[in-house]
């Protein structure tokens, strides 16, 4: 006899094919959103590093709305970061294209590297 009662699961049929709903975390609006990049980053990070905390967040019903959180936060300040270098560092008006594209490119890069260790990896 087993210990575990079977799960009831509801189907929704979409051409022909019924597609089980299950909800990742308590809330649907987390669950409708795809993860962005931040998010992910997070998500592996928990997942090979701290994997107490993974299964604690996954049980709980609270990982994908902590990654989504993640992703907006950093998102956040990752532009916040980036226009205050623009605006601490500014160009020159006579710089070619490419220079302009590598002036903004390394505004970008000291804003992720920020971000990645103050809010993805922490």
């Known amino acids: 006899m087993s210990k575990f009662k079977p799960v009831e699961l509801e189907y ?5 094919i019924l597609y089980p709903k ?5 809330d649907v609006k987390y669950d409708e ?14 997942k ?7 299964r604690e967040l996954l049980v709980s019903g ?5 990654c989504h959180m993640a992703n ?4 956040e300040r ?6 205050q270098y623009l605006k601490k560092n500014p160009i020159s008006k006579d710089c070619g294209f490419m220079e302009r594209v590598g002036y903004y ?5 000291v804003a992720e590297e920020v971000v990645l260790n103050e809010i993805v990896y922490k």
Do not use: P, W
Request: net charge negative.
């Open 48 to 54: 090979e590093h701290k994997s107490y905390m993974y």
């Open 22 to 26: 299950i909800q990742i975390s308590n």
């Open 33 to 46: 959103r795809s993860l962005g990049k931040y998010g992910r980053m997070r998500l592996r990070y928990l």
């Open 72 to 75: 907006d936060e950093a998102n």
């Open 62 to 66: 609270e990982l994908i709305e902590h």
């Open 78 to 83: 990752a532009m916040l970061i980036e226009e």
């Open 12 to 16: 929704e049929e979409v051409d022909g």
């Open 105 to 109: 490119n390394i505004a970008r890069g």
